[in-house]
């Protein structure tokens, strides 16, 4: 019997600014010094800084690293224009908020100008976030809040597939509400499957015709050849083997 399916869900959040929002805006994220950044090579140029982030913050996903979004833009971005944000205070970047613009018609209005977070909107990245170093979560969401009060060039904004766990996808509605800004949140249900603790166990759990693809095959490879499983631990390792993924990869029949 397969392990039954559970339910995680991811937050949506969407919001339209509303013009009478600039009294507010001298309260939100102070102290925090916001750059613009519309070029991704500039971007990547923070890797040292946005690579710490994540390696500090738990919270963050995989779908938060610079090679998945790198890549990402690399593939997705080339139709949309960039619009990133920095935050840093005392010269040190404490948070990363990137953007992809794209002009899109809603229901037969005018085209409107909409920012989305980079990673989503092609249905393979999940629990994308703002990248924030933990602590700085509410600064870094009052900054971001506070400077698009302050452009011109978007009409709306959606940070899709917010894990339940952000804290500012948590925080947002709120600051939406005081700003007066037009806003919506959704949740939507992420399937995944919770595995066995235990090798044998996970075996025990597959139908009886899938599990010789784990087991008997495995042993009649050993012993028709000398045999050697690697696993890789460090970025070295990764630059040992991922060729050789490659290489494989590409005598593989492909239909």
Known sequence: MNP????????????????GAASHESRLGSGLVVDYCDDWSHLTSLCPDWNSIVQDNRRLAMFSSTEWLSSWWGAFGNDSSLSAFRFSTGGRTIGIASFLRESARFV????????????????????????????????CAEALLRELAQRTDWDMCSLETLPSHSFIGSALPA????????????????WCVQLPSTWKEYLDSLSPDFRPLLTRYPKRLESRYDCKLSRCRTEEDIEKYLPVLFDLHAILPHN
Do not use: Y
Request: hydrophobic fraction near 35%; aromatic fraction near 4%.
């Open 4 to 19: 039954d399916p559970v339910i995680e869900n991811t937050c949506n959040v969407g919001c339209v600014p509303d013009a």
């Open 175 to 190: 600051m939406l509400g005081e700003m007066r800004w037009t806003h919506t949140v959704e949740q939507t249900p992420n």
């Open 108 to 139: 037969g209005r005018k085209q409107l100008n909409h920012l989305r977070l980079v990673g989503a909107a092609s249905g393979d990245s999940d629990n994308l976030d703002l990248i924030v170093h933990p602590g700085w979560e509410f600064e």
